[in-house]
């Protein structure tokens, strides 16, 4: 059998960081693509704005 290996962002005290996806338009074709970072959970509210 498979080993499955999992990467996580876990410590002690459970998760710190949350995967966000932004949506964001380009300049030159008008078309959208979709960015995604991980990023602190206390930064989501920042991001987004």
Known sequence: ???KSVA???TGDGRTFTKVI???KS???GA???Q???I???AVK???K
């Open 40 to 42: 602190p959970n206390e």
């Open 36 to 38: 995604e970072e991980m």
């Open 1 to 3: 059998m498979a080993k």
């Open 8 to 10: 996580t962002f876990k």
């Open 22 to 24: 932004k949506m964001v």
């Open 46 to 48: 920042d991001y987004f």
């Open 27 to 29: 300049p030159k074709t």
């Open 32 to 34: 959208y693509t979709f």
